[in-house]
């Protein structure tokens, strides 16, 4: 706990190597964090399924499944903030851990303030409504069949299934549906979405636009509900009801 009583939060580290996950664990328990360290995706799975975590740090080169794949699998079941770490740090390889969900995305080497800076962002993110939203009682969006479960902060088709969100894919539909066909600019979905917060690169925005499609099951050539205007940005193309 920290000193105000309140259990820390709780951070699992994954990485291969072994200095790494030493230091990494060391500077964040410094910091005020609860942190456990892993080596490989399975005993990472391991320690998910046992013990509450509040925030991955997720290398992207593992040995046996590697951090894209991991990453994948966890937004297919799960909310879990991640942040990525990897050796590459190309704008490719940074759209393509975002395409996978991940929340944001570390180069190595890096300093580990700024680790430390990232992760505070996420989880402050992950705690709170989006920036220009009221903490009003609203219990979900309703939209072109969809549902948003404001509380459990995931979506629900029109069959059923239900669809989790990462945090940053959340706070970007959250913004459409309080501006629901609306024109947002790239700018103005940035500002909506992160606050103060800093970006993570231009492309930021169309990588979670491209995720949120995949979502909604939009066609991301002929896109039917979040729709690209030329020239101008983004819109929802459909009337959303708060319930």
């Known amino acids: 706990m920290n000193d105000g009583g309140i259990m820390a939060e709780h951070l699992l580290v994954v990485d291969d190597d072994r200095e790494i996950r030493k230091l990494l664990t060391e500077y964040l328990e410094q910091a005020g964090y609860r942190v456990s360290a892993v080596g490989d995706g399975k005993t990472m799975r391991r320690m998910l399924d046992s013990h509450r975590v509040d925030l991955v740090v997720l290398d992207l080169m593992l040995p046996g499944e590697d951090g894209l794949a991991l990453c994948r699998d966890l937004r297919a079941h799960s909310n879990l903030p991640v942040l990525m770490l990897t050796a590459r740090g190309t704008e490719v390889d940074r759209i393509v851990g975002l395409e996978m969900g991940a929340d944001d995305y570390l180069a190595k080497p ?3 303030r700024e680790l430390l800076a990232r992760i505070k962002s996420i989880l402050r993110r992950a705690q709170s409504l989006p920036p220009n939203l009221e903490a009003e009682d609203i219990a979900a969006f309703r939209f072109a069949g969809w ?28 913004v459409f549906l309080e501006h629901a066909q609306c024109v947002l ?59």
Do not use: C, W
């Open 110 to 112: 890096f300093n580990p």
């Open 147 to 174: 549902t948003l479960d404001v509380g459990a902060r995931h979506l629900v088709a029109p069959d059923g299934l239900v669809v989790p969100l990462s945090g940053a894919e959340y706070r970007l539909l959250r």
């Open 185 to 243: 600019s790239r700018d103005q979905l940035l500002e909506l979405a992160n606050g103060r917060e800093p970006i993570l690169f231009d492309r930021s925005i169309d990588v979670l636009v491209g995720r949120l499609r995949k979502r909604l099951r939009d066609d991301g050539r002929e896109p039917q509900l979040v729709k690209t205007v030329r020239g101008e940005g983004y819109v929802l193309a459909a009337a959303a009801a708060r319930a």
